[in-house]
């Protein structure tokens, strides 16, 4: 069993920064085998691909309109992924959910991944 927690979501100003963490844990659990995605989900709307990035961190995957503004990171050391969010615009507001699956690509569909946390609120005002 893997626990995924989110973190670092609050209310910004358009133009601002935030960094959203998402700590991993379980029984003997390591993140070095598995691969991590941030989705959003904006209200009355469906759960949208945000970012994904390979086991090793080798490898990353943006959508078109966040590319450019937000970068996935992650410290398998510390069993923790990231995502820096600049340049913040209202159309960013939106739950984020930090996503886990095992394998070493990455990918950008929600039914690819096993393990999901409850979430953190990012609201952009304008």
């Known amino acids: 069993q893997v626990q995924l927690v989110e973190s670092g979501g609050e209310l910004v100003q358009a133009g601002g920064s935030l960094r959203l963490s998402c700590a991993a844990s379980g029984r003997a659990f390591s993140m070095y ?33 966040v590319k450019g503004r937000f970068t996935i ?34 990918y950008t569909q929600s039914d690819d991944y096993n393990y999901w946390g409850r979430g953190t609120q990012v609201t952009v005002s304008s």
């Open 33 to 65: 085998a598995w691969a991590m995605g941030w989705f959003r989900q904006a209200p009355g709307k469906e759960r949208e691909f945000v970012a994904t990035i390979t086991w090793s961190g080798g490898s990353t995957y943006y959508s078109d309109s």
């Open 73 to 106: 990171s992650r410290d398998n050391a510390k069993n923790t992924l990231y995502l820096q969010m600049n340049d913040l615009m209202p159309e960013d507001t939106a739950v984020y959910y930090c996503a886990a699956t095992i394998a070493r690509s990455y």
